[in-house]
């Protein structure tokens, strides 16, 4: 997935691509909690969706002690409609995969990846991301 979202022109894709940011990062995580031997319980129904994942990986580096992804992963967790950031937050991703009338700009795909690529280094262990 990661090299098919590198090779997306995001201005001309804008939708697309932001919707393969929000896919990717929920997957990513999952993969991680996998790959740490852990499960991510779903609370609603049977899958794990983004929110739970969020939820989960919060409580991740809280207890590894690494601080500094905490703030950008409650930017992102963040689901106050009115938060001058809210184009960078879950509410806002789930709003443009869901919501028909949610139509995202090239701004918007570069404001999610620049806080989501260090959760992605983080998660997949690798910092060429």
């Known amino acids: 997935m990661l090299a098919e979202l590198a090779t ?56 590894a002690g ?13 689901n106050k409609q009115f938060n001058y950031q809210y184009q960078v937050t879950k509410d806002f991703l789930d709003a443009a995969n869901h919501n028909h009338k949610v139509i995202i700009t090239g701004e918007n795909v570069k404001d999610i990846w620049d806080l989501t690529v260090v959760i992605l280094r983080y998660v997949l262990r690798d910092r060429t991301v």
Request: glycine residues 2%.
């Open 66 to 78: 690494v601080r500094s992804l905490l703030q950008p992963l409650n930017i992102l967790h963040a």
């Open 8 to 63: 997306i022109p995001y201005a001309k894709y804008p939708n697309a691509t932001f919707d393969l940011i929000r896919t990717f990062v929920e997957k990513a995580i999952k993969a991680y909690a996998e790959d740490l031997g852990n499960a991510i319980v779903p609370t609603k129904g049977r899958f794990v969706y983004l929110d739970t994942a969020l939820k989960w990986l919060i409580d991740e580096v809280t207890n």
